[in-house]
Antibody
Framework: QVQLVQSGAEVKKPGASVKVSCKAS????????LHWVRQAPGQGLEWMGI????????NYAPKFQGRVTMTSDTSSSTVYMALSSLRSEDTAIYYC???????????WGRGTLVTVSS | EIVMTQSPATLSVSPGERVTLSCRAS??????LAWYQQKPGQAPRLLIY???TRATGIPARFSGSGSGTEFTLTINSLQSEDLAVYYC?????????FGQGTKLEIK
């Protein structure tokens, strides 16, 4: 079964860091780039960045540059997204996704809720 | 960064209506544009890619058009299950960007 399975919800204090995982299965992990997209409560979708699971090259949205780190572990077919210096505005559902980007293959995880609260 | 602007923000509709949603890019994205549908509590679902190609399993009542900076998603004969938020997304250049969404609600 083709799927992306994300780690569970997190509650963090302002200033802390969070690391969310996303495990791919049912397809060849290294064949497709994976993206991270977040959605604050009641808000729209916000693209954070992209990682090539084969080799680990990344491209981050300018807004997150310096605070986000995306990594890949080919041995476990898992990508990770770490966000540091958390603030209340980072409270959101974080999705990993294989975005279609010109193809018919579009796949999303269920999302991971990260709550930042003192 | 390419800014995607959708209009209207909210659209009140009735079942059976023909609905047109607009998306404008701040610079040309060619046809590198996708449309997504999102229902409450769910991840987005791909409807259209390449500006006009329906994704697998998407009903024919959904159609996309446009190129460059102006795009349209049309839903013919709206069904109740189509009530959702719709997002356009450009993948012509990094950072990929989404529009702010158009919410379809019952009139």
């Amino acid at each position: 079964q083709v799927q992306l399975v994300q780690s569970g919800a997190e509650v963090k204090k302002p200033g802390a860091s969070v690391k969310v995982s996303c495990k791919a299965s049912g397809y060849t992990f290294t064949n497709y780039y994976l993206h991270w997209v977040r959605q604050a409560p009641g808000q729209g979708l916000e693209w954070m960045g992209i990682i090539n699971p084969s080799g680990g090259s990344t491209n981050y949205a300018p807004k997150f540059q310096g605070r986000v780190t995306m990594t890949s572990d080919t041995s476990s077919s898992t990508v990770y997204m770490a966000l540091s210096s958390l603030r209340s505005e980072d409270t959101a559902i974080y999705y990993c996704a294989k975005l279609a980007a010109g193809s018919d293959f579009d796949l999303w995880g269920r999302g991971t809720l990260v709550t930042v609260s003192s | 960064e390419i800014v995607m602007t959708q209009s209207p923000a909210t659209l009140s509709v009735s079942p059976g209506e023909r609905v047109t949603l607009s998306c404008r890019a701040s610079q040309s994205v060619s046809i590198n544009l996708a449309w997504y549908q999102q229902k409450p509590g769910q991840a987005p679902r791909l409807l259209i890619y390449g500006a006009s190609t329906r994704a697998t399993g998407i009903p024919a009542r959904f159609s996309g058009s446009g190129s460059g900076t102006e795009f349209t998603l049309t839903i013919n004969s709206l069904q109740s299950e189509d009530l959702a938020v719709y997002y356009c997304q450009q993948y012509n250049d990094w950072p990929y960007t989404f529009g702010q969404g158009t919410k379809l609600e019952i009139k």
